[in-house]
T-cell receptor, first 113, second 115 residues
Framework: GENVEQHPSTLSVQEGDSAVIKCTYS??????FPWYKQELGKRPQLIID???NVGEKKDQRIAVTLNKTAKHFSLHITETQPEDSAVYFC????????????WGAGTKLIIKP | DAGVIQSPRHEVTEMGQEVTLRCKPI?????LFWYRQTMMRGLELLIY????????DSGMPEDRFSAKMPNASFSTLKIQPSEPRDSAVYFC?????????????FGQGTRLTVV
């Protein structure tokens, strides 16, 4: 079955700098890769997703890149702000898994003022 | 739509008691997921339903856990008897399948404490 690994588990960056979180997956049939943000005490919420027919997707300060050959995808946050502090989860999904989301372990992002 | 609604938001119970968590998915969504979140184990899928039918319950930790979805607008997760190690935040999420992949919407979660 699918396995998703996420690194790092904790990331601390200076406000205004960029942050990058990386995930690798094992099932080459996976073709949907969402990223969720979970603020302290709140529910996970989708912030961006990418499908396997696309290599990169951007939405303002966040972007996701996908390398299907290497089976990894990354979340990039530029010009980080205090409100970016949260836990970020990556996930992978495929038709073969009946569209079930397989989750990474999460990255705690800390923005230092 | 008000989103995925879970109740109660917080539950404190004594070891050995029965606990029932409730979830109302977003109208029109045909997938419903129950997750458990702890610091140690992260976000774990317990069970999911498609059109009210349980598809995969391999994540249910043991027979003390059971889940039902009697209709498209309601699901329950029951723990009987509860144990301290069941303490966690339990999330319900729903999504619909529209030509493939769509966003999973989470409820606010139920924080369960078993003492």
């Amino acid at each position: 079955g699918e396995n998703v690994e996420q690194h790092p588990s904790t990331l601390s960056v200076q406000e205004g700098d960029s942050a990058v979180i990386k995930c690798t997956y094992s099932d080459s049939a996976s073709n949907y890769f969402p990223w969720y943000k979970q603020e302290l005490g709140k529910r996970p919420q989708l912030i961006i997703d990418i499908r396997s027919n696309v290599g990169e997707k951007k939405d303002q300060r966040i972007a996701v890149t996908l390398n299907k050959t290497a089976k990894h995808f990354s979340l990039h946050i530029t010009e980080t702000q205090p409100e970016d502090s949260a836990v970020y989860f990556c996930a992978a999904s495929s038709v073969d898994s009946n569209y079930q989301l397989i989750w990474g372990a999460g990255t705690k992002l800390i923005i230092k003022p | 739509d008000a989103g995925v609604i879970q109740s109660p938001r917080h539950e404190v119970t004594e070891m050995g008691q029965e606990v029932t968590l409730r979830c109302k998915p977003i109208s029109g969504h045909d997938y419903l997921f129950w997750y458990r979140q702890t610091m140690m184990r992260g976000l774990e899928l317990l069970i999911y339903f498609n059109n009210n039918v349980p598809i995969d319950d391999s994540g249910m930790p043991e027979d003390r856990f059971s889940a039902k979805m009697p209709n498209a607008s309601f699901s329950t997760l029951k723990i009987q008897p509860s144990e301290p190690r069941d303490s966690a935040v339990y999330f319900c999420a729903s999504r619909y399948r529209d030509r493939g992949f769509t966003e999973a919407f989470f409820g606010q979660g139920t924080r369960l404490t078993v003492v």
